[in-house]
């Protein structure tokens, strides 16, 4: 079992940046893949970024390649979303995943994380 809280999210105005953070406990929470998802009002929940179990490989969805970052510290079992010029657009719940398998790799798919934050409101303003 792997239970995850996230913590960081807030009210910011667009260009600013926010720093999310996962903290992760349980047996193999540092062996895992883990990512990113959000979800808007009225909308699906959708992929932001992923990072393999070693931290050694990240992928990124499209509309914020290049603005994010993932990135984790598996000593203090906590991954890291770092957001930069963000945009109204990006605002959402935002929640921390994590996959079953050990030695996972990046996946944008949602049924492929076992384990799911609680999730943590950012909101960008205009």
């Known amino acids: 079992q792997v239970t995850l809280v996230e913590s960081g999210g807030g009210l910011v105005q667009a260009g600013g940046s926010l720093r999310l953070s996962c903290a992760a406990s349980?047996?193999?929470?540092?062996?895992?893949?883990m990512g990113w998802f959000r979800q808007a009002p009225g909308k699906e929940r959708e992929f932001v970024a992923a990072?393999?179990?070693?931290?050694?490989?990240?992928y990124y969805a499209d509309s914020v390649k290049g603005r994010f970052t993932i990135s984790r510290d598996n000593a203090l079992n906590t991954v890291y979303l770092q957001m930069m010029s963000l945009k109204p657009g990006d605002t959402a719940v935002y929640y921390c995943?994590?996959?079953?398998?050990?030695?996972?790799?990046?996946?944008?798919?949602?049924?492929?994380?076992?384990?799911w934050g609680q999730g943590i409101q950012v909101t960008v303003s205009s």
């Open positions: 995943a994590a996959r079953a398998t050990p030695s996972s790799g990046t996946s944008y798919y949602t049924w492929e994380y076992a384990y």
């Open positions: 349980g047996r193999t929470s540092s062996s895992v893949g």
């Open positions: 990072i393999n179990w070693n931290g050694g490989r990240t």
